[in-house]
């Protein structure tokens, strides 16, 4: 006669009592102090790099005007015609795209997907290199309608293809610069784009003078000279933020390989990121229309 007291049931044997669950990836702490830190301080934290940023760019455009005045009216007049475009792509990759960027890459890390995280990165650069093409394309080829419609001829015309050709034509500069930076802003580290950022526009500061005059064996290069500036510092600030990126130092990692693509991921930065892009090409068009 079986005891029911010492009777053992066969389940209680099964795989499913003696499994554990599956650990998930601990949580960075700069993700953690976003999640639960103080709001107020918090969002100063976050949001004073911003700030930095658009008085540095604010004051290369006051530079740039500083320089190139002094090569002529028409010169300035002729590149205050680009200047809008200029902006335009500038904050397009910046707090348009870039913010739909920051966005997604926040919210996998919030989750605990790092994976997705990184796989986030890597279709940030993909759509940088887009989103350059077509600034590129569209600005080149629509420069000398849109400069004419805005009152440009002559030596003024001149002068605003001189410096467009060359800032249009880098355009992904511009873009990879600051769509990465939206990804690293996605971590919580605002220091470091900033002073990428930061430290490329005084770059352009230094250098664009040399560019425009020239000075021993560098010819000068008129507005064309800006051009250039804006260019070279920016392309030198994506290769850092492509080297962090690639760096164990990163939250998230940019590879260029084993990555498949997936549009679920273009579709999460672009839900945020276009009406972004929308309200800066509504302002950027309002402030180039002539008046």
Known sequence: MTDPSIAISSPSFSPATTSTPVAKRPIAAR????????????LLRLSSPNVLNLLAIAGMITFDGLFLGRLGADALAGVSLAFPFVMLMQHAANGGVGGGVSSAIARA??????????????????????????????????APYVFRWMGGQGEVLSAAFS???????????????????????????????????????FAHILISPLLIFGWGPVPALGP???GWG????????????????RSSRSLITLAFRGV??????FAEILKVGVPGLINVAIASVIRASPM
């Not at 279709?123 to 600005?139: E, G, K, P, Q, V």
């Not at 510092?233 to 990126?245: D, E, R």
């Open 31 to 42: 993700t953690r102090l976003m999640l639960e830190g103080p709001v107020l301080s918090t």
């Open 109 to 142: 890390l919030g989750a605990g997907r790092r994976e997705r995280a990184d796989a986030l990165v890597y279709h940030t650069f993909l759509l940088a290199l887009a989103l350059a093409a077509l600034f590129s394309i569209t600005l080149l080829l629509g």
């Open 163 to 201: 410096y467009s050709n060359v800032a249009f034509g880098g355009a992904i500069s511009i873009c990879v610069l600051n769509l990465l930076g939206g990804a690293v802003r996605g971590t919580g580290n605002m220091a470091l784009p900033s002073t990428v950022i930061v430290s490329s526009v």
């Open 224 to 226: 064309a000279g800006a």
């Open 230 to 245: 804006l260019t070279l510092s920016f392309g030198a600030g994506s290769l850092v933020l492509i080297a962090y990126l």
């Open 260 to 265: 498949p693509l997936q549009w679920a991921l």
